[in-house]
């Protein structure tokens, strides 16, 4: 059984900066692509960025782009995502996901193992 288990949100003032982490239990997280998603309050979970099973290829979503930096350690079943100069449109509570393949996609059903979330707030 695969767990995502998320870590590192909190609460920060506008322009600055989170690491999120994401660590896996279970066998084979090198195999998988994994993304992150967000959900703010009343509306849908939406894909955040997504990273291969090897880490070399990356996909962001046009609000984060610039921004945000996904990453992995296959060595340690961990994921990463390393957000800059936030903004309030940025909070949301924040997924970790596991894709059903190498290369994640954008589509919520592309994911089939998620973690419990991890809230970030950026506020002034």
């Known amino acids: 059984q695969v767990q995502l288990v998320e870590s590192g949100g909190g609460l920060v003032q506008p322009g600055g900066s989170l690491r999120l982490s994401c660590t896996a239990s279970?066998?084979?997280?090198?195999?998988?692509?994994m993304g992150w998603f967000r959900q703010a309050p009343g509306k849908e979970r939406e894909f955040v960025c997504a990273i291969s099973w090897t880490g070399a290829s990356m996909v962001y979503a046009d609000s984060v782009k610039g921004r945000f930096t996904i990453s992995r350690d296959n060595a340690k079943n961990a994921l990463y995502l390393q957000m800059n100069s936030l903004k309030p449109d940025d909070t949301a509570v924040y997924y970790c996901a596991r894709a059903s393949g190498i290369f994640p996609g954008r589509r919520v059903g592309e994911y089939n193992y998620w973690g419990q979330g991890t809230q970030v707030t950026v506020s002034s």
């Open positions: 279970g066998r084979a997280f090198s195999s998988y692509g």
